[in-house]
């Protein structure tokens, strides 16, 4: 009777997550470091759903990847519940389906407004995938755009050359190589260590990035070729998610909806911060790029577009089709 009594008890403590005021801990994955935009976003979504839930919701954010995991690892951490929520370049997702390579297609939107407006056109898609895989995905979170970090001023096609160059996904290093250069795809905590070793001279990623990262310990010239506006995404566990009270279900959606104007708001701000810093580093900022420059880059893209739009097929036509009739 004592061992029933027992396992009947176990089993009681194992469901009060679901029921009454029971305190949930979360844990949150960010490959990125905790100044980062993104980190930021997701401290805002914390202290949302810390007010929302009365503190009953607690989320232990870990950032600069303290976890051992970078985003290429987050999509089956979260799909696992390894790890409850995690927040994720889009560009590393793109092997589990190619519409997360939407958000860095080359040269397709020209600011942040275009870049919002994408992705609330494909974020149905983007929530079906990870419905399909037992998550929910709470919010986006963008990158300002990216642009070409190198030793020397990269202006022309010629200074593109052979140029050892870090990209985030397929599509940079389509492109790149397309433009003359020797693109190598790393993950962002592999990139410091490849530059001190001389791995690479020169990285596609944002002045956000740089500035977060002190690239001007190696790297002098910053070019804005408004390559893309790239999305990081925050997603969770659905087991995790579906522990607890419906209250609080209600209050994490409202924080991430929240969190997602926030972050959009944020991003468009950000540049101009970002340029004061390089400035007083001391990094060279071009911003006024050679017509026939920036020519060259988009016709390099276009392979890269054509070959997304394969792949996803009526997906990708349906919304680059509506993205351009609206614009």
């Known amino acids: 009777m004592k061992k029933t009594l027992s396992a009947l008890a176990l089993a009681l403590a194992a469901l009060l997550p679901l029921h009454g005021s029971a305190t949930a801990r979360l844990d ?54 390894a790890v409850q929520l995690a927040d994720t370049l889009a560009g590393t997702l793109a092997g589990i389906d190619p519409i997360f390579s939407l958000s860095s297609l080359p040269f397709l939107v020209r600011d942040e407004g275009e870049a919002e407006r994408l992705y609330h056109l494909a974020r149905p898609h983007y929530d079906k995938v990870f419905a399909d895989n037992d998550q929910i995905l709470l919010y986006a979170s963008p990158w300002p755009a990216s642009g070409i970090w190198a030793k020397q001023d990269v202006s022309s096609i ?3 050359n052979k140029l050892k160059i870090r990209t985030y996904d397929k599509n940079g290093t389509l492109t790149l190589m397309a433009a003359g250069a020797n693109p190598v795809k790393l993950s962002w905590a592999d990139v410091v260590p490849q530059l001190s070793t001389g791995g690479i001279s020169a990285v596609l990623t944002s002045a956000e990035a740089g ?18 506006i790239p999305l990081n995404m925050v997603h969770m566990n ?12 209600s209050a994490l959606l409202e924080a991430a909806r929240q969190t997602d104007a926030h972050n959009w708001q944020q991003v468009r701000t950000r540049v101009a911060e970002n340029y004061q810093t390089l400035n007083q580093q001391g990094v060279a ?9 920036t020519q060259a880059l988009e016709t390099a893209a276009q392979a890269t577009i054509d070959g997304w739009l394969k792949e996803t097929g009526d997906r990708g036509q349906q919304i680059l089709a509506q993205f351009r009739q609206e614009g």
Do not use: C, M
């Open 28 to 81: 949150f994955s960010n490959e990125y470091n905790h100044s980062s935009i993104h980190a930021e976003g997701d401290s805002y979504f914390i202290n949302k759903v810390k007010e929302l839930t009365g503190d009953q919701v607690q989320i232990t954010l870990h950032t600069g990847g303290a976890l051992g995991y970078k985003s290429a690892d987050h999509f089956y951490a979260v799909a696992d519940n």
């Open 158 to 160: 010629d200074s593109l």
């Open 211 to 228: 500035a977060n990262a002190s690239f001007w310990e190696h790297l002098q010239h910053f070019s804005a070729i408004q390559y893309a």
């Open 238 to 249: 659905r087991d995790a998610f579906e522990r607890l009270t419906p209250e609080q279900q």
């Open 285 to 293: 900022i071009q911003d006024q790029l050679p017509a026939d420059f």
